[in-house]
């Protein structure tokens, strides 16, 4: 079992949670992922790692309740424990080398830019962090993510925070001014991470996205994440999550991530019944 530390609601939809989990908290770096199960029925989650503190052998992770198994992780409260914390999976960031880098973040997604561009700027690189929000109340990390990077900017579509407009806009004005980014690290919604790579082609600029495919295993064994990058398939949990934002096939992985919707809007009608299920059979054991 694998024990809450801390949790912090970040807005209404939105979560930070600290697991204890010493041995994933030594040897995790930005850019690799974890697997979760909230217990013995639950589906296996990935999740990127959002943060780590090795001394205190913690391991955060920040989730948007969009489903069953977040809604439940999101039920558990400091001081309860999960069935199952896997990882680290994937392969780390690609930040050696790079001097100059512009970090895109939108809406959760800032939450694995934010530990991107922390270890690029902790490895001393220039780093100008572009965090993008529907509106000012669902702004997370703020603060974060400026101490983060020399630079931070916000955008909000309704411009209630920061610069109105989207990240596309605010990336295209750095490198219309002349702005020279050994690589751009884009991190979202899928439809942001075509994008902001469809921009940056047009620059000549190298381009890194995280892709967030259907995961199970987390070992390559499934193929449940298969994604096309370059003609080719690859296994984003054992060749990715990271990949040429150039080469990936976008519109594939759109409607690979949206073949089980219908199946989870269905969990999520269960899932006050199964909530009042586990509340009965705690009350019976008291």
């Known amino acids: 079992m694998y024990r809450i530390t801390y949790k912090r609601e970040l807005n209404d939809q939105v979560t930070l949670m600290k697991i204890e989990a010493p041995l994933v908290a030594q040897k995790a770096r930005a850019g690799q992922f974890i697997i979760f199960r909230v217990d013995e029925y639950g589906e296996r989650v990935p999740l990127t790692i959002a943060d780590t503190d ?36 994937g392969t780390p960031t690609e930040i050696e080398g790079v001097r100059r880098a512009a970090v895109i973040g939108g809406g959760v997604g800032c939450a694995i830019a934010y530990p991107v561009a922390k270890a690029l700027h902790a490895a001393g690189a220039h780093v100008d962090m572009i965090a993008g929000f529907r509106s000012k109340d669902i702004v997370i990390l703020e603060e974060e993510m400026a101490a983060a990077s020399s630079r931070f900017f916000l955008c909000t579509d309704d411009g209630s925070a920061g610069k109105q407009g989207f990240v596309t806009g605010q990336l295209q004005e750095l490198l219309d001014a002349g702005e020279q980014y050994d690589t751009v690290y884009a991190i979202g919604p899928v439809p942001m991470m075509k994008a902001v790579a469809s921009l940056t082609k047009g620059y000549g600029v190298h381009t890194i996205v995280s892709l967030n495919p259907i995961m199970i295993d987390g070992t390559g064994m499934c193929g449940g994440c298969r994604v096309t990058v370059g003609g080719e398939m690859k296994f984003a949990c054992v060749d990715g999550p990271d990949f040429d934002g150039h080469l990936v096939d976008f519109d ?7 073949i089980y919707r219908a199946e989870e809007t269905e969990a999520s009608r269960c899932l006050n019944c199964r909530m009042m299920r586990l509340a009965d059979e705690l009350e019976a054991h008291n």
């Open 54 to 89: 090795p001394a205190e052998g913690t391991v955060t992770i920040i989730f948007q309740k969009v489903g069953l198994s977040t809604e439940l992780l999101g039920s558990l409260e400091a001081g309860q424990s999960i069935a199952d914390f896997v990882g680290p999976l």
């Open 252 to 258: 594939e992985l759109m409607k690979r991530n949206a």
